[in-house]
């Protein structure tokens, strides 16, 4: 995939390569992420697909620090305070009820926590816009993706407070997302 071999592997490196204490990434997949965590990390990672865990699986069987359990986003099965980070990689425009979600992950976080999201968002931009409005169709068809979601706004509906959004590329599509409980 063009876009992960420019751009995703070096924010996916830059976002993950320095956490520590026990994170928690929702909407595992396939494993993307994994390889990028610190050894020092205890990482649990969860999805709602049991083919995609299998794949995840077998990319962090010989990793010691990372746990995969099948969970849904919006039901999370952990206590309160659980975990230091909590990280998502394209996740939000999959989730049927993406603040719920958030809440949830926002639960589980520790008061002194973080959130780390790379996602793709509605743009600002009004010709950028109208094309994601034109492919939106499509891309929900086929991929169950939304590209027209607020996620800047649904992670402060959630309850964050946010303390980076940064534009990664194509103005302001791709951001990376750093948020407080």
Avoid at 14 to 34: I, Y
Avoid at 132 to 142: A, D, K, R, W, Y
Wanted: proline fraction near 6%.
């Amino acid at each position: 995939m063009p876009l992960e071999l420019f751009f995703f592997r070096e924010w996916r490196k830059e976002a993950l390569s320095d956490l520590s204490g026990k994170v928690l990434e929702v909407g595992v997949g396939t494993g993307r992420n994994l390889k990028y965590y610190p050894a020092a990390c205890r990482v649990i990672g969860i999805d709602k697909s049991e083919g995609m865990l299998q794949k995840a699986s077998e990319k962090a069987e010989c990793r010691k620090n990372i746990t995969l359990y099948p969970m849904d986003a919006e039901h999370l099965e952990f206590p309160d305070n659980s975990f230091d980070y909590v990280v998502i990689t394209f996740v939000l425009c999959t989730i049927p009820d993406p603040v719920k979600a958030l809440r949830e992950m926002r639960r589980v976080m520790k008061p002194s926590g973080e959130l780390i999201a790379l996602e793709h968002v509605h743009s600002d931009y009004p010709f950028i816009d109208f094309i994601e409005h034109l492919i939106n169709p499509v891309l929900f068809l086929l991929l169950g993706d939304h590209t027209t979601r607020h996620t800047v706004k649904n992670i402060e509906k959630a309850g964050f407070t946010i303390k980076e959004a940064k534009k990664l590329a194509f103005r302001d599509v791709f951001r990376k997302i750093r948020a407080k409980p």
